[in-house]
């Protein structure tokens, strides 16, 4: 159907978070024909996912047949109805804060949800970045009172030396094999961290192949060394920094020796990296969104890690690590602020203090104790935008929790694991069909407002998740807190903070607007644009660089940033290790997917056709495995079978298995129970398996 107004040249796909821009072309009906942007394989499939066959189209409700269970179709009007008054039942009988709301994919209409939440009653409104990127986001609060600009998106010409640790720009952020930030450069160094031999460490002057989960002690080595060769920045760590003292004493027992035997890297790489990072700089340090936090010990880790730019001096200059500023967002709308006070506990609240003090949200991976009644408050209705249990640790144990729920509701664009068990399901608009004003300095970190309009109108009866929060709002008596459905009024009144010529522009300009051009810097630092905390300090508990934390000390941590090892690993747990020797690393990106989506798209599949388990020859060797065959692979959680991919890129000893996938779940075998203690952060990325030829292959 063409849209009634004058279309749109300009759209933005939502295939993965980039909100890359996209020219558009009609045909002479005012059809959307083609999309020309980045190139991108996700991208291809935006208008093929239009009108996909399994595309969910109409509202269903789960009826109980003879057999069974099927899905019928209903109309909008029945379904937020039952919606409505199953959310009330609930609430009556048990509190609204037995009602949890989740959202996964999509992020743009998370603030609506989270208003919902809210005004529902209810504290616990929890999202898919409890165990993606708030672990750092904390980490890096607490410890330098801003948000660190360290992922792979950003790349300055001043660098001379790049820290890059467990990312592969190559296989996850555009362009690709062509991102500025793994371009060789004349006299620049650099640095990969990485238990696989990516692309990116391919490209590297130094690799060091580090066993998975012990990057907190290759951090304090460095440190160590940074501090013994006297490569530090006295005068910033004298002026900026807290409690160099204690962590000065604590990291003299990561000399090179041990921490090569720990991380099971060559000492004189330590020593070449340290002398690198120290005295080549600018130097920057690159990690991903959520690589380094997804250990028992990741949020420590992380702190370690990014102390190194302190330690450096490398701080808030051009050439190393700046911070995000977030002064020229929308208006929010969530009423976190004008409502938390008023409501119950989030679950997470007594066992995630610190992570639950900086993130507006209930710790997620708690979702399945609290379901069975084993948290501080019983869940026994949801409702979700777009939700996978595949993506939980132990999946299986959610997928069973689901069941047990009294109502479940999602939104989804097709039928999921989780589907299955919501008695109501509801089709969504996606990224082309649905307007959205988007803000993104949290997430991807370019810095951009964008708003979208619709190029084309939804198929069947499709809509889009915050039209669907507002129809909800309005059926549960509350019309006038959400713009009485009006989501063009809902977007007028987040864009009452963008300055008026920023919003018109944005109203004609639909590419965005570049707010790390000059809006950002006139808006944020006065005309200051390096060391901004000369003017602002550091928002910390202390007013500095916390290299130790009473802030953490206060809330019964260590305020220093402790090692430990994996819970799971063969030096913790050598029992577990006897049976399942290989250190088990997850979730590595593929170019072809995002977390459990696009599967159904052949183009994709063609791409990267089957769960793949990536392990050194050496370890297949001595299995009897080559390269392409099925094997079982074995947790203390389960078994699942992927195809082997052998190859020497990938450190003997540990084995990586690309996520995501239905039929091959990655996640049945990881574990639900050691959680990061600080960030509740599940270990998806050191565990143990084994691995032998499945029955098949024999
Ligand atoms: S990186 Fe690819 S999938 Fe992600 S938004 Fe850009 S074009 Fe789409």
């Not at 009144?493 to 051009?517: M, N, V």
Request: proline fraction near 6%; glycine fraction near 6%; aromatic fraction near 10%.
């Amino acid at each position: 159907m063409p849209l009634a107004t004058a279309a749109p040249s300009k759209t933005t796909c939502y295939q993965c978070e980039l909100d890359c821009t996209f020219d558009v072309h009609y045909d002479s009906n005012n059809q959307v024909k083609k999309l020309i942007g980045p190139d991108c394989p996700r991208s291809q499939i935006q208008l093929e996912m239009q009108n996909h066959p399994e595309r969910l189209l109409y509202p269903l409700q789960k009826v109980k047949t003879a057999s069974g269970t099927r899905y019928q179709r209903i109309s909008w009007d029945k379904a937020l109805s039952i919606t409505a008054d199953a959310l009330n039942t609930v609430k009556q009988k048990s509190g609204a804060e037995s009602v949890a709301f989740f959202s996964g994919y999509t992020k743009e209409a998370r603030s609506y949800l989270q208003r919902f939440t809210h005004l529902f009653g209810s504290p616990n409104y929890m999202t898919e970045s409890g165990c993606c990127f708030t672990s750092a986001q904390v980490s890096e609060e607490l410890t330098y009172g801003y948000h660190f600009k360290h992922a792979s998106l950003m790349a300055a010409p001043e660098t001379r030396c790049r820290l890059i640790w467990s990312t592969n720009p190559v296989h996850s952020v555009v362009p690709f094999d062509k991102h500025p930030i793994i371009e060789p450069k004349e006299g620049l160094k650099m640095i990969v961290v990485d238990p696989r031999r990516t692309e990116t460490a391919e490209r590297a002057d130094l690799y060091l192949p580090i066993r998975p989960g012990t990057d907190g002690a290759l951090a304090l080595g460095i440190h160590h060394l940074l501090f013994e060769n006297n490569w530090v920045d006295h005068t910033f760590l004298e002026r900026w920094c807290h409690g160099v003292e204690a962590f000065k004493q604590y990291i003299k027992a990561f000399t090179p020796q041990r921490v090569a035997d720990i991380c099971q890297v060559p000492a004189e790489d330590i020593y070449t990296a340290a002398k690198w990072y120290g005295t080549s700089g600018p130097a920057q340090l690159v990690m991903s969104a959520c690589s380094t936090t997804h250990h028992t010990n990741g949020f420590q880790n992380h702190r370690a890690m990014i102390l190194l730019a302190a330690a450096t001096g490398n701080v808030d200059i051009p050439g190393g690590n700046r911070f995000f500023f977030r002064n020229a967002s929308p208006k929010s709308i969530d009423l976190y602020k004008e409502t938390i006070a008023q409501l119950p506990p989030r679950i997470g609240h007594d066992k995630f203090p610190i992570w639950l003090k900086y993130v507006q949200e209930a710790q997620p991976m708690l979702l399945k104790r609290a379901i069975e009644g084993k948290e501080s408050t019983q869940i026994r209705a949801m409702f979700a935008l777009g939700i996978n249990p595949i993506m939980w640790p132990n999946s299986n144990h959610l997928a069973d929790a689901l069941k047990k729920l009294d109502f479940f509701a999602c939104v989804d664009f097709f039928h999921n694991p989780a589907t299955q068990f919501a008695d109501i399901v509801f089709p969504a608009a996606t990224s082309l069909e649905r307007e959205a004003l988007i803000t993104s300095t949290r997430c991807h970190y370019r810095g951009t407002v964008q708003y979208r309009r619709a190029i084309t109108a939804p198929e069947g009866e499709a809509r889009s998740d915050a039209q669907i929060l507002l129809d909800l709002g309005c059926r549960l008596d509350m019309p006038e807190k959400f713009w009485h459905g009006d989501l063009q009024a809902s977007i007028q009144e987040q864009a009452e903070t963008l300055h008026p010529e920023l919003w018109q522009d944005l109203q004609h300009k639909s590419e965005g607007i570049d707010l790390f051009g000059s809006v950002v810097m006139d808006e944020t630092l006065n005309g200051q644009t390096e060391k901004v905390y000369e003017k602002k300090g550091f928002s910390t508990f202390s007013g500095k660089v916390e290299f130790d934390s009473d802030e953490l000390r206060n809330a019964g941590y260590d305020g220093l940033p402790i090692y430990h090892e994996p819970a799971e690993s063969p030096v913790s747990t050598p029992d577990i290790a006897k049976k399942y020797p290989l250190v088990l690393t997850s979730g590595g990106r593929s170019i072809a997917y995002v977390h459990s989506q696009q599967r159904k798209f052949k183009r994709l599949r063609d791409l990267d056709p089957s769960p793949r388990i990536q392990m050194h020859p050496k370890d297949a060797e001595s299995r009897r495995i080559k390269n392409g065959q099925t094997v079982t692979i074995s947790s203390p959680r389960g078994a699942i079978e992927m195809v082997a991919e052998v190859t020497d890129t990938m450190l003997s000893g540990a084995v990586h298995a690309y996520h995501g996938w239905g039929n091959a779940n990655i996640n049945e075998l990881t574990d639900d129970q050691h959680l990061d203690p600080i960030s509740g952060f599940p270990a998806f990325k050191s565990s143990l398996c084994q691995i032998i030829l499945a029955e098949s292959s024999i």
